[in-house]
C-alpha cells in the first residue's frame, strides 16, 4: 500500500476556518465535525483580541475548554457553580482550563494583540453568551430577578444574537487577587521538560501535574530538525495537534489499510481517533513546536519500540512474513522514548514501494 504527499481527511488549516466572528475588535475561526468530519469529542478554535478588546462573558453547554496562551497578556474570569468566582492573569505560554457551563470572559489587557488556541471536549460545542441570554427574557421577568422596576430594563439594548467580541471602554478592572495563582490556570511553559533530548522536548498538562483537568489534556511538543516523534498510537485516546510553528510530515495508518501522509506547516490542524498508528517527522530547517491535545486526562500511548521488543524474534518473524535472519538487530527498549534521534534522511518514496 502507498501513501501519497495529499490532503488528507484528517487534516485542514485552521488559518483558513470557519469564520465564527472577525472585525475591527478581533476574529474568531473554528474547525469542528462540520469542516473537518472525522474529528470526534474534540474541537478547535483560534481566536485573535486586539487590545483592548474582550471575548464577551459566554459559556459552553457540552464542552470543557482547554486554552493555550500563544501570545498577549489577558485578563480571564471565571464564575463556577456555588457562585464561586475567581478572575487571573495570563501570558504567552501559559494555559487555563474552564468547567462546561461556567460563566467566562477572556480580556485583552495588554499593548498588543492576544493570540489564543482553544481546545473542546466535544467535535461541536455550543455556546451561550450573556448578553444574549438577556434577550431573551422580558422587562417583568428580569426586573423581578434583580428587585427592580421593569422599566429600569426599557433602555438597555437586548437581543439574542451572541456578541463575542467587543470592546472595553476606559482602562481594565484589575483586582490584586488576579495577580495570584488560580487552580484555573496552569504556567506550561514554565515547567521543565518532562522529556528533554538534544533532539526535541515535551512540557505536559496532565491531571498528573493540573488537578483540574478531567476528560481533557495537553502536550507541548518540540522537535529539532534531526529529531522524529516516532511511530505509535493512543489506545484510548483521540489526539488532535495544531502546528504552532515549524514544518514536518505525518503519516497515519487507516484500519482499511490504507495510508495518509502529508506536509504541514504553520496554522495546520490535524485529528487522528483512537489506536490509529501515526508518526510525526521534522522536514524544515528549525525547530517545530506542536501543541497537542487529547481526549482523556492523562494520555496513554503505545510506542514501535517498546512494540518489537514485547515479542520474540520468532514471533516477530511470522507477523511480518519474512525470515527470521532477515529482521533487523531491535535494540531492546523497555520505555518508549517518545522522540527519537533522526539518523536517516527523508525518505521521499511513497510509504510500500
Not at 439574542?160 to 484555573?184: E, S, W, Y
Request: hydrophobic share 40%; proline share 5%; net charge negative.
Amino acid at each position: 500500500m502507498t501513501a501519497s504527499l495529499t490532503r488528507s481527511e484528517h487534516t485542514v488549516s485552521l488559518m483558513d476556518g470557519e469564520i465564527v466572528e472577525e472585525n475591527d475588535f478581533g476574529s474568531m475561526r473554528r474547525i469542528t465535525a462540520d469542516n473537518l468530519p472525522i474529528l470526534k469529542r474534540l474541537s478547535i478554535k483560534r481566536v485573535l483580541l486586539n487590545p483592548g478588546a474582550m471575548r464577551t462573558p459566554h459559556w459552553h453547554a457540552n464542552a470543557n475548554e482547554l486554552t493555550y496562551c500563544v501570545s498577549g497578556t489577558a485578563l480571564v474570569s471565571v464564575l463556577d457553580d456555588h457562585s464561586r468566582f475567581s478572575n487571573f492573569i495570563v501570558t504567552a505560554g501559559q494555559m487555563f482550563h474552564i468547567d462546561s457551563g461556567a460563566l467566562h470572559h477572556i480580556e485583552n489587557i495588554g499593548t498588543d494583540v492576544a493570540e489564543f488556541i482553544i481546545a473542546f471536549r466535544n467535535e461541536r460545542p455550543e455556546d451561550f453568551g450573556l448578553g444574549a441570554t438577556f434577550g431573551a427574557f422580558t422587562d417583568a421577568v428580569l426586573g423581578n430577578t434583580y428587585d427592580l422596576p421593569a422599566s429600569d430594563f426599557a433602555k438597555m439594548h437586548r437581543d439574542t444574537a451572541d456578541h463575542k467580541l467587543a470592546a472595553r471602554v476606559g482602562d481594565p478592572d484589575i483586582t490584586a487577587a488576579a495577580q495570584f495563582n488560580d487552580p484555573h490556570m496552569f504556567d506550561i511553559e514554565g515547567q521543565p521538560a518532562g522529556l528533554n533530548y538534544a533532539y526535541g522536548n515535551a512540557r505536559f498538562a496532565r491531571d498528573q501535574f493540573w488537578p483540574a483537568l478531567k476528560d481533557i489534556s495537553m502536550y507541548s511538543l518540540r522537535v529539532a530538525e534531526d529529531g522524529m516523534r516516532e511511530p505509535h498510537w493512543h489506545p484510548v485516546t483521540a489526539e488532535m495537534g495544531y502546528v504552532q510553528h515549524g514544518d514536518a510530515r505525518m503519516t497515519i495508518m487507516n484500519p482499511d489499510g490504507t495510508l495518509d501522509s502529508w506536509n504541514m506547516t504553520t496554522g495546520d490542524m490535524y485529528f487522528i481517533p483512537r489506536a490509529y498508528p501515526h508518526h510525526i517527522e521534522n522536514i524544515g530547517t528549525d525547530e517545530w513546536h506542536f501543541l497537542i491535545f487529547f481526549d482523556q486526562p492523562f494520555p496513554a500511548d503505545i510506542g514501535y519500540r517498546a512494540s518489537a521488543s514485547a515479542y520474540s524474534r520468532k514471533v516477530l518473524a511470522a507477523a511480518f512474513n519474512t525470515h527470521i535472519d532477515d529482521l533487523p538487530q531491535f535494540p531492546f527498549t523497555k520505555a518508549d522514548p517518545l522522540i527519537v534521534k533522526k539518523i536517516n534522511s527523508v525518505d521521499d518514496r511513497a510509504i510500500g514501494q
